[in-house]
């Protein structure tokens, strides 16, 4: 499957932004897909999961969970991240990325097919 992340910009804090995740090549439903993103010099880190159509199962990072939400546009073939309340902290490159898996997982080796990544700076 082959990803491409898009959505993102320039926010104040406290705003709200969403990211799409389309996919092209096979149907995204079928994988655990989640949403990483990365600082310049720090490793890339988990944002949330959500597992494949027949599972609900999802995940959040404590810094973000009740902020952010991750869920499926079947018809689109996509994801989206719904980010609120967004901080400055939250500012990094988001990337999201799907694994053919029975179930959550939480680390970018997980992984295998990924999108190019999308900048988000929340900023006053």
């Known amino acids: 499957v082959q990803l491409q992340a898009s959505g993102g910009g320039l926010v104040q804090p406290g705003d709200s932004l969403r990211l799409s995740c389309a996919a092209s090549g096979d149907d995204l439903g079928t994988y655990v897909v989640g949403w990483f993103r990365q600082v310049p010099g720090k490793e890339r880190s988990i944002v949330g999961v959500?597992?494949?159509?027949?599972?609900?199962?999802?995940y959040y990072a404590a810094s973000v969970e009740g902020r952010f939400t991750i869920s499926r546009d079947f018809a689109k073939n996509g994801v989206y991240l719904q980010m609120h309340s967004l901080k400055p902290e939250d500012t990094a490159v988001y990337y999201c990325?799907?694994?053919?898996?029975?179930?959550?997982?939480?680390?970018?080796?997980?992984?295998?097919?990924w999108g190019q990544g999308t900048l988000v700076t929340v900023s006053s």
């Open positions: 990325a799907a694994a053919r898996i029975g179930m959550i997982a939480t680390t970018p080796g997980d992984f295998r097919s």
């Open positions: 959500i597992s494949w159509f027949g599972d609900s199962s999802s």
